[in-house]
Structure formats: structure tokens, C-alpha cells
């Protein structure tokens, strides 16, 4: 027996669906067995609340009186840097975006640095941020100088663009030198002191349709607290990485380029972090429904911890001198569980992801299918595929 997801939509439209999270799906796939599963089934919903750098918005500037060309111009928010290499009042704002007047001082340990992302988080907060700007004046736009303080209102357009977010698992961040080093993967202790990881594991979207059977361009998805749309696959998009059980990728894989309208979007969901000695960086919540089409999408959505393995990196040599050598592999019940045993030692695990803030983004999108808000959608092209 199979669906599509035109009959999917149907049952969600007559209140008829019936929707189960990536974690409630494996207790039932468990229980019942794949073949039952997929009869009663209609929707399994995923969810990841990450750091994900590579992260913007990009905003159309309502004109004063006389206009301004800020295209070419120089332009900020709150003092962070925007760019302004398109027309008139178009300025796109980056996550790691950080202020000209010390843009290094994220180097020192324990420093906050306020960048792109809480420009992001504030104006979705509704706070008011300042807009300064300064052009070279054309004939048709005269205006050189500008500042004012603006909302998320005050934009014509507030769009959320992310060339590369939801990454389909990742590495684990060891340090086996001497010293204590500042990473994008947070501290890291000397000698193996702790290692890092970043992905919600069962939960994760790209986890649970590996091969993006259902995942494309044009997927809906819940994006910030709002709705997004997928409109291509990640930049550093590699799905070549080997495979293990349920055709998981046994290390950073699949991406996803999202975007959504930033003015449905939540502070919430969209959260400016800043990593100590690194610097700013934008955590985003991200949900995608899956349909379960037939008995193989319950395979896939019923993949657990214990069975995603990821690849272990020393980062102290392996990310500045760039040569990426494997130390080992480790799965996510143990890296969950607070500590792991590799190479003959027992490290401490923290994770930069969260998983209950993913769990909540799945529980949120079964609402929303649930009551009618949300249908899924058919991709209009795949994404490259293992």
C-alpha cells in the first residue's frame, strides 16, 4: 500500500490525518511493525535547533524624501555591517556579521560580540534598531546621509536567507593538543577534555528522508517559527559521505538553502549567539514534515541514536591545517547519554544543538498539520542524492 502526498493533504484538510513525531514513530514502529504503520500513518515530523552560520536576511528599505541609493553606498544596523551591493534599498545582513570598530575582539575569552544574528533576533523581537547609512548621491537618488531607527514593520520586504542550514549530521570536535582553543564547535579542553557535537540526531530532518525521497526544492517547512520554503541544496551540500543503516551518512552530508517571510518568524526560533573566541552566530529552528509515502519512509523516520554514527575530528590540527584526518566514529545514544570512550579515555559530551527545543519544533509542526494549518507540498525538483 502506498499514498501521495495529494491524499496526505486531503486527510489534513477533513481533520483525518494522523500525524506522530520522529520520536513517536520509533516506539510505534516497534510495537506495530513497519507494514501497520504505514497504513495508519499519514505525516512523521522532524525538528533541529542549531547554530547555523551561514545565515542572513536581506531587507528592501522604504525611501525617504529626497530618495537614497544605498546600492554602493555603505550601510549599517546597529552597527553591524549590511551589504549593500544591489539596487537602491535592497541591504542583506549576514549572521557572523560583526561591528567595523573591533571586528576581532570575539578572540578574547569571554567577550560577547554582538553581530548579525541578534540584529536578526532584535527586529523579529520587535525592538528598534538603528539605520545608518551613506551614499556617493546620484541625480535621481540625491540623499547621502541617512539614520533612523526602524522595525521589522518599517521594511517594505524582511526575508530570512539561509544558503546553507539543517545539515544532514555532522562532525564531533575533540582537541588533542595542549592548550585550550576557541572553535565554531565552542571551547575545546586540551587532551580530550570534552568533545563537541552539533545535530539532533533522531530528530533531525535530513536524518529522517537520508536520500530526500520526499525532501526538495519548493518542501514547505516550518522555518523560525514561520513557514520556509527550500529553494536548493546547501551550500557544502555532499551527499558522496559513506552510509551505514537506514542509509544515514556516517558524517556532514546533505544541506538544505531555506527561506521565509522573517515577519511570520519568532525570537523563539531565531536566536543571536555568540561563541567565545569565535564570535556571533544564528540559532534557527527548523521542521520538516515527512510523508510517509510507504513502508520505507517508516524505515527511514524510524532511525535512532544509537544506530546514526558521526565522525570524531581533532580540531586543534585537523580544521587550521586542513587535513581532515578521521580519529574514529561514534553514534548519538552514546554522545547523548554525556559521555563517550574513545581512544582509551572517558570525554565529556556537550551538544551545541538542542534537542529539546527540536523536540518542541516537531511537537509544533504536528499541531499545526493537525489543525489545518499546514499542508505539505510536492518538490518541483530533487536535491542531488547518494
Known amino acids: 500500500m502506498s499514498k501521495t502526498i495529494a491524499e496526505i493533504n486531503d486527510k489534513i484538510k477533513k481533520g483525518k490525518a494522523v500525524v506522530v513525531t520522529a520520536e513517536e514513530i520509533i516506539e510505534l514502529t516497534q510495537k506495530k511493525g513497519a507494514k501497520k504503520v504505514a497504513q495508519e500513518v499519514d505525516v512523521v515530523t522532524t525538528g533541529t535547533f542549531s547554530p547555523m552560520c551561514s545565515s542572513g536576511a536581506y531587507f528592501n528599505i522604504k525611501q525617504p524624501i529626497p530618495k537614497m541609493k544605498i546600492g554602493g553606498g555603505k550601510a549599517y544596523l546597529n552597527g553591524v555591517p549590511v551589504y549593500t551591493g544591489f539596487a537602491a534599498a535592497d541591504i542583506l545582513i549576514g549572521a557572523t556579521a560583526m ?11 569571554g567577550q560577547f560580540l554582538y553581530g548579525g544574528a541578534h540584529v536578526i533576533e532584535d527586529l523579529v523581537a520587535g525592538k528598534e534598531v538603528t539605520l545608518t547609512a551613506t551614499a556617493y548621491g ?57 568533545a563537541n557535537y552539533c545535530s539532533a540526531g533522531q530528530l533531525s530532518p535530513l536524518l529522517n528522508d537520508p536520500q530526500f525521497r ?31 543503516k537506514n542509509k544515514v551518512p556516517r558524517g556532514a552530508a546533505g544541506t538544505l538553502a531555506v527561506n521565509g517571510d522573517l515577519k511570520q518568524m ?39 541514536d544509537e544506530d546514526i554514527w558521526t565522525r570524531v575530528v581533532d ?72
Open 138 to 194: 546620484t541625480d535621481c537618488y540625491p540623499l547621502k546621509k541617512r539614520e533612523i531607527s526602524v522595525t521589522l514593520k518599517d521594511f517594505n520586504d524582511a526575508v530570512l536567507f539561509n544558503p546553507r542550514n539543517c545539515y544532514q549530521n555532522y562532525n564531533v570536535a575533540l582537541n588533542l593538543s595542549d592548550k585550550v582553543i576557541y572553535t565554531y564547535m565552542g571551547v575545546l579542553r586540551p587532551r580530550m577534555g570534552n
Open 214 to 244: 520526499t525532501i526538495g526544492i519548493g518542501t514547505r517547512i516550518f522555518l523560525g517559527g514561520g513557514i520556509g520554503y527550500i529553494y536548493g541544496p546547501g551550500t557544502q551540500h555532499n551527499p558522496s559521505i559513506p552510509r551505514g
Open 315 to 386: 580540531y586543534s590540527h585537523d580544521y587550521p591545517q586542513g587535513t581532515g584526518k578521521i580519529l574514529g566514529e561514534v553514534n548519538y545514544a552514546d554522545l547523548k547519554s554525556g559521555k563517550i570512550n574513545f581512544m582509551d579515555k572517558e570525554i565529556p559530551t556537550g551538544g551545541l544543538s538542542s534537542y529539546l527545543k527540536a523536540k518542541e519544533v516537531a511537537e509544533l509542526l504536528k499541531r499545526w498539520i493537525l489543525r489545518g494549518k499546514f499542508f505539505l507540498t510536492e518538490p518541483v525538483a530533487t536535491l542531488p542524492g547518494a
Open 266 to 304: 519568532s525570537a523563539q526560533w531565531l536566536r543571536g549567539i555568540s561563541f567565545t573566541g569565535y564570535g556571533p552566530t544564528l540559532a534557527v529552528g527548523i521542521g520538516i514534515p515527512i510523508p510517509i509515502l510507504d513502508e520505507e519512509m517508516v524505515m527511514l523516520t524510524s532511525v535512532k
Open 99 to 109: 561591528p567595523d570598530d573591533d571586528p576581532r575582539n570575539a578572540v578574547y575569552p
